[in-house]
């Protein structure tokens, strides 16, 4: 699990393009939206890409991105459980 | 009859930045676009540029210029502000790059952070955004860089009556890795930080 919230981060970094942000520098556990990282709605759909660009994991409805976005380790638990690839 | 005043002039190049006919000293990074290296100069916090398509980071930056001259601070409201810029290529650099990301049936992935990006009054939108810019917003392209349209737009923006007193007007250009911006600030009176007049020939001086 530990693996996959790292790999969580840098894919986060690199989609949203967090020039300024580092691995470390992510809570695993903070709020990605709101405070936190301070995404925006825009940065969701992106996210919503994200699962299923390199997970497999088609969100049906995109408020399911509500739960599912909460924080880093939220997203790990969700991809470990639902992934295809 | 209305006069336009410069008070401030801003030029980015694909290597050059000035600044009222001055040359900025902008260090270049290894491994660093330039774009973000002019950021990096200004030293401002702003993380949305790094979302920025490269047409807006190139307005955006001329614009911190150009506002840095005024010593308002962004989060000030400006309600007698507006923003009018004008391009060639509208958004085109920005629409080939979301065209990438549709182009593969089989590695189709319409990314919505470019998407965004895909009109060329996104620009002043952002820079409106940043600056609380609450007049006139409008970008409009054209053939090619028109001294003579643009000072009349900047007449009619500044016009008696609509209660704007300041203006960033200017051409930002951006595509295929080529930046090309002219961006002034203008405004309705004289004052102490006055450039000189802009009376349809006084421009050119800029032009480096």
């Known amino acids: ?85 | 009859m209305t006069e336009l005043y410069i008070q401030s002039a801003v030029r980015i190049t694909s290597d050059q930045v000035w600044v009222n006919g001055e040359k900025a000293n902008i260090t270049r990074e290894k491994e660093s676009a330039w774009l973000t290296d002019i950021y990096r100069h200004l030293g401002i916090q702003y993380p949305k540029f790094f979302k920025m398509d490269n047409l807006c980071k190139a307005g955006f930056l001329a614009s911190e210029f150009a506002m840095k001259g005024t010593n308002l601070e962004p989060s000030e409201e400006k309600r007698d502000w507006s923003v009018l810029l004008f391009n060639r290529s509208s958004s085109l650099d920005n629409d080939q790059n979301y065209q990438k990301t549709i182009a593969d049936s089989s590695n189709y992935f319409p990314s919505p952070a470019v998407f965004v990006y895909t009109l060329s009054n996104i620009v002043t939108g952002e820079i409106a955004i940043r600056n609380k810019i609450m007049g006139e917003s409008c970008s409009y392209i054209m053939e090619k860089f028109d001294e003579e349209l643009l000072y009349e737009n900047g007449l009619i923006g500044l016009s008696e009556g609509k209660g704007i007193n300041n203006l960033l007007i200017g051409w930002v250009e951006y595509i295929d890795g080529k930046c090309d911006v002219l961006l002034f600030h203008v405004s309705r009176e004289k004052n102490a930080n006055t450039i000189c007049s802009w009376n349809n020939i006084g421009i050119k001086k800029f032009f480096l």
């Open chain 1, 1 to 85: 699990m530990d693996a996959l919230v790292q790999e969580l981060k840098e894919k986060v970094i690199q989609a949203l393009n967090l020039e300024d942000v580092t691995p470390d520098d992510i809570d695993a556990n903070a709020p990605l939206f709101g405070e936190g990282l301070g995404l925006d709605s825009i940065d969701a759909l992106e996210l919503i890409v994200l699962m299923e660009r390199n997970y497999g994991i088609k969100l049906k409805n995109a408020n399911e991105g509500k739960d599912i976005f909460k924080s880093i380790q939220v997203m790990a638990d969700y991809i470990s459980k639902n992934r295809t690839k």
